[in-house]
């Protein structure tokens, strides 16, 4: 791993990029510092790779005082007690994938423009927008369809109520960086995306490397050695 002074306080921007189905990579940046502070192979996602991360820097004296995520509950969870920011980037991009960049139904398209305007608002904000929204819609997200052949309901509007739902759930952590002014906290995990696209564009040109060899290459670029 990147060589740092003991002691030092760091402010996390942390996610992981796949390569292949099988082949991830979990990379812990420090923004501030413009440096790789740690990294991990790995098949998936997972709570328990961030947490070997975080331990890790806490083991060699790193003080994590915030971190930048995606938004998955599970890996919030490993840094609890820290300041979590969630990615207005992760979050955006969660909305329009229940309600696709185009929605046809007017409550889908109103609730995407509220999730466009993440950047320009504060907590509160968009907590009275959400709020006004529901009340709104709260009766076309109670529709019901049966299913005719098991006699079963679901919710009409699920991919809604999910995208709602999402909202809500991580609207304490949209706004984190404003809490922590002087910790300087990014909004997103974006000072990541350099280095995942330049790994990606150069495993591309060498695909027939082998594991190990590709391996090195991501810890040059890494590294930046």
């Known amino acids: 791993m990147v060589k740092l002074n003991k002691d030092t306080e760091l402010i996390l921007t942390a996610d992981t990029t796949f390569f292949s189905r099988s082949e991830g990579l979990t990379v812990f940046r420090e923004p501030n510092l413009k440096k790789i502070v740690w990294w991990r192979q790995t098949i998936g996602e997972k709570a328990e790779?961030?947490?070997l991360g975080k331990e890790h820097?806490?083991?060699?004296?790193?003080?994590?005082?915030?971190?930048?995520?995606?938004?998955?509950?599970?890996?919030?969870e490993?840094?609890?007690?820290?300041?979590?920011?969630?990615?207005?980037?992760?979050q955006k991009r969660i909305v329009n994938r229940y309600l696709t960049t185009r929605p046809k139904l007017l409550a889908g398209v109103e609730l995407r423009d509220i999730a466009r305007?993440?950047?320009?608002?504060?907590?509160?904000?968009l907590s009275k927008k959400l709020n006004e929204?529901?009340?709104?819609?709260?009766?076309?997200?109670?529709?019901?369809?049966?299913?005719?052949?098991?006699?079963?309901?679901?919710?009409?509007?699920?991919?809604?109520?999910?995208?709602?739902?999402?909202?809500?759930?991580?609207?304490?952590?949209?706004?984190?960086?404003?809490?922590?002014?002087?910790l300087n906290i990014p909004n997103t995990t974006n000072s990541l995306d350099g280095y995942f696209n330049r790994l990606k564009s150069l495993l591309?040109?060498?695909?027939?490397?082998?594991?190990?060899?590709?391996?090195?290459?991501i810890i040059k670029i890494l590294t930046g050695r």
Not at 57 to 76: M, P, Q
Not at 117 to 125: F, G, K, N, Q
Not at 138 to 162: A, M, N
């Open 133 to 182: 929204w529901f009340l709104k819609w709260e009766q076309f997200l109670k529709q019901k369809t049966t299913d005719q052949s098991t006699g079963r309901w679901f919710y009409t509007h699920k991919r809604i109520r999910s995208a709602y739902r999402s909202l809500k759930i991580n609207l304490p952590y949209l706004y984190t960086y404003k809490k922590y002014p002087k």
């Open 57 to 76: 820097l806490e083991k060699n004296s790193f003080t994590i005082k915030a971190v930048v995520l995606d938004g998955r509950i599970g890996i919030r």
């Open 117 to 125: 305007t993440i950047p320009r608002s504060d907590e509160d904000e």
């Open 49 to 51: 790779v961030y947490r």
């Open 78 to 90: 490993v840094f609890s007690g820290i300041p979590a920011q969630m990615c207005h980037f992760h």
């Open 204 to 217: 591309n040109v060498h695909r027939g490397l082998s594991p190990q060899r590709r391996y090195r290459l």
